[in-house]
């Protein structure tokens, strides 16, 4: 029987590949006569994926709670191997001028794709966020929320490492501490990490002692998290976008994703929460501790922590109200 020279087009290519890697193509193609088709359901372990929602209480709005988590928590991912892509990614470029040696430069297309997707991921999840604000009741999730104790979206590693990717490791230091480490030559990541201003948003509001929310992150994931730090102090994406040439880094596309994802991570996100925890925690004769004991008024809104990626790349007049609008509107609607 004729071969369709389609078929032996692709079985020579085939055989060249197993070749190069020392490889026999006949048992190869043995073991696709012998496994079996995929499907939908084993593809996506779709059955594990639907068993992983464990409510802690009776409410049914907390399994609402418990899945829009763990969305944001695969989009996460998403956005963390976009990063990585960014961070590992590109061609060796001679550096020039007394910085010797060779660099790693991206693309500015590749670049500004792998931002834009990651844009996409953060737009999608502000969007969804209603589907927490309005769509559980109030009074079932300040009930099954002590359940919870002391247990808080605070605790979200993905979201911490996805900060750290993004930027040098001292724009992640409290704003009130910063100046300390930017007066040193090379300050160290651990020193920096002390001060990361997240610890601050998680003391106790009347001993300012750390909550048990904070004690129990920092025992499981500081360590990862300096050595992520360090790691990326010289990959993380604002050197990626120092790292390309001056035209490239004037290019606006590229200019407009950059300052798109700043305004994704450090203001339309912390906000969105902002917004839940005024509906949730709010009330007119006093303010309810968050979920972890965070202290949320102060935590959450960006005016008051300034906390920017790429100041470069902003006004001053922008960065003086970094936020405000937002919250303006927020707070008054």
């Known amino acids: 029987m004729d071969i369709d020279p389609e078929i032996s087009e692709r079985l020579k290519k085939l055989e060249a590949k197993y070749e190069t890697m020392g490889q026999d193509m006949v048992s190869y193609l043995d073991g696709l006569l012998y496994s079996d088709s995929t499907n939908y359901w084993n593809y996506t372990h779709v059955d594990t994926l639907l068993s992983l929602q464990k409510p802690n209480t009776d409410f049914p709005d907390e399994l609402v709670f418990i899945i829009y988590h763990q969305i944001t928590e695969l989009y996460f991912k998403l956005i963390l191997h976009e990063q990585n892509q960014i961070a590992h990614n590109g061609r060796d470029v001679l550096k020039s001028g007394e910085d010797k040696g060779w660099r790693k430069s991206l693309d500015k297309g590749y670049f500004t794709e792998r931002l834009n997707r990651i844009n996409r991921y953060f737009d999608t999840l502000t969007h969804s966020f209603d589907i927490m604000v ?138 969105i929460h902002y917004k839940s925890a005024v509906r949730y925690l709010q009330m007119e004769s006093k303010d309810i501790k968050a979920t972890g004991g965070t202290n949320w008024q102060k935590y959450l809104p960006p005016k008051f922590q300034k906390r920017i990626f790429f100041p470069e790349l902003w006004s001053e007049k922008e960065i003086d109200e970094w936020g405000k609008a937002w919250v303006d509107k927020i707070t008054n609607s």
């Open 134 to 271: 309005d769509g559980m009741e109030k009074d079932q999730f300040l009930r099954f929320r002590m359940a919870l104790l002391p247990a808080s979206g605070f605790q979200s590693v993905q979201y911490r490492k996805i900060e750290i990717c993004a930027t040098d490791f001292i724009r992640m230091v409290d704003k009130s501490k910063r100046e300390k480490f930017e007066n040193e030559e090379n300050p160290s990541i651990a020193a920096m990490y002390e001060k990361i201003y997240w610890k601050l948003g998680a003391m106790e509001l009347a001993s300012g002692k750390k909550t048990l929310t904070l004690r129990q992150f920092e025992k499981k994931y500081s360590d990862d998290l300096v050595k992520l730090g360090e790691e990326y102090t010289e990959k993380n994406m604002w050197k990626k976008y120092k790292g390309l040439s001056e035209s490239d880094q004037s290019d606006e596309k590229l200019l407009e994703q950059l300052k798109l994802f700043d305004v994704n991570v450090n203001v339309n996100w912390p906000l």
